[in-house]
């Protein structure tokens, strides 16, 4: 009886170590799924029956977030990865199937207005304010400075490309009256 034990033992081992041979051997991944195989470590898809391998998917276009890309398409049997535009950013360097680089959209900066928003294959335009208005640089129109004259009131600080003029109530006139926006006048403390 342990004679037989021992003999169906070696059975089992031997069993055992064939399976793993031929699986190594096979270039089987456990990895991978039924219908892909692992070529250095990666799944690639394989071939529709009748067909072989032209390029494995290791060669395929990749689309680097840092070169400013994302993938629109992915490889597949026909053709090669398609590469896009992360948003806020446009297209620098196009190919025939879509982007190798892309670079992030212009901001404008404060005394500018976006005169035309970017898009995947332009850079955004600014453009300086005209005199008399500013702009924060994110709006896509200039606004103009406030005329404190026209509301009767002092000019306190000019306006600037980037900044909207400041006014303050006038001082008080000889009589120690403050002229109000109104037109009325209101008696102040006196200094």
């Not at 276009?61 to 400013?68: A, I, K």
Request: proline share 4%; net charge negative; charged share 20%.
């Amino acid at each position: 009886m342990w004679h037989l034990d021992l003999r169906i033992f070696k059975i089992l081992i031997f069993t055992f170590g064939m399976i793993i041979l031929i699986n190594m051997n096979s270039g089987l991944s456990y990895s991978c799924e039924h219908a892909e195989y692992d070529i250095n470590g990666q799944c690639c898809p394989m071939c529709a029956p009748g067909t072989h391998v032209h390029k494995h998917c290791t060669d395929s276009t990749m689309c680097d977030p840092g070169l400013g890309l994302i993938t629109e398409k992915e490889c597949n049997f026909n053709s090669d990865t398609v590469c896009g535009v992360l948003d806020q950013h446009f297209c620098t360097e196009p190919d025939k199937k879509g982007c190798r680089l892309a670079q992030r959209h212009t901001t404008c900066q404060p005394g500018q207005f976006v005169k035309q928003n970017g898009t995947k294959f332009t850079d955004t335009i600014c453009e300086d304010c005209p005199n008399h208005s500013f702009s924060d640089g994110l709006s896509t129109t200039c606004k103009p400075h406030t005329d404190c004259q026209s509301l009767g009131l002092s000019e306190l600080k000019a306006g600037s490309p980037s900044s909207d003029s400041e006014c303050e109530e006038k001082a008080l006139n000889s009589l120690g009256w403050r002229k109000q926006n109104m037109g009325t006048q209101s008696k102040e403390r006196g200094l």
